[in-house]
């Protein structure tokens, strides 16, 4: 790697297996648009499908509904579903072909009940 960056890490895996817990800003661009639209395929060895779409979506915002006040988050596109109870848009600038928006987690609402893509209550 070209860039001098002393505290970054990459970690090449699914988002669903990542503990969310340990972090404090998160950057979401258009993530899974992959699964539902051909086009935008930019990794070939990645399994795509429209259920994942709606699978992913629910575990991130169940994610973000799950940490801290405080928490950032920057979206570009959007991730596909509304950001949760509690996080609001603190700032919002057009760029190229849409809107860079800055959300931070400013109350708390506590989830009772979650469905997973089948509409089965899931923990
Ligand atoms: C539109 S690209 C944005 C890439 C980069 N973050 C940027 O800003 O240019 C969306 C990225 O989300 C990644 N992605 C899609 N599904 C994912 C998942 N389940 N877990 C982690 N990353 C995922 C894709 O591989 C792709 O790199």
């Keep these: 790697?070209?860039?001098?960056?002393?505290n970054i890490e990459f970690i090449h895996g699914n988002m669903m297996?990542?503990?969310?817990?340990?972090?404090?800003?998160?950057?979401?661009?258009?993530p899974f648009m992959e699964n539902v639209y051909s086009p935008s395929i930019i990794d070939e060895t990645v399994s795509?499908?429209?259920?994942?779409?709606?699978?992913?979506?629910?575990?991130?915002?169940?994610k973000l509904s799950l940490l801290p006040l405080?928490?950032?988050?920057?979206?570009?596109?959007?991730?596909?579903?509304?950001?949760p109870h509690g996080y609001?848009?603190?700032?919002?600038?057009?760029?190229?072909?849409?809107y860079l928006m800055c959300w931070v987690k400013e109350t708390t609402w506590v989830p009772t009940l979650y469905f997973d893509h089948e509409g089965?209550?899931?923990?």
């Design 1 to 6: 790697m070209g860039a001098n960056i002393e």
């Design 17 to 30: 297996d990542l503990d969310w817990s340990v972090y404090n800003a998160f950057y979401l661009y258009n």
């Design 70 to 83: 405080g928490t950032r988050v920057v979206t570009y596109h959007g991730f596909g579903g509304d950001m």
């Design 120 to 123: 089965t209550p899931s923990p």
């Design 48 to 62: 795509l499908k429209l259920e994942y779409y709606y699978k992913y979506i629910d575990v991130v915002r169940r």
């Design 88 to 98: 609001r848009l603190v700032s919002s600038r057009s760029f190229d072909s849409d």
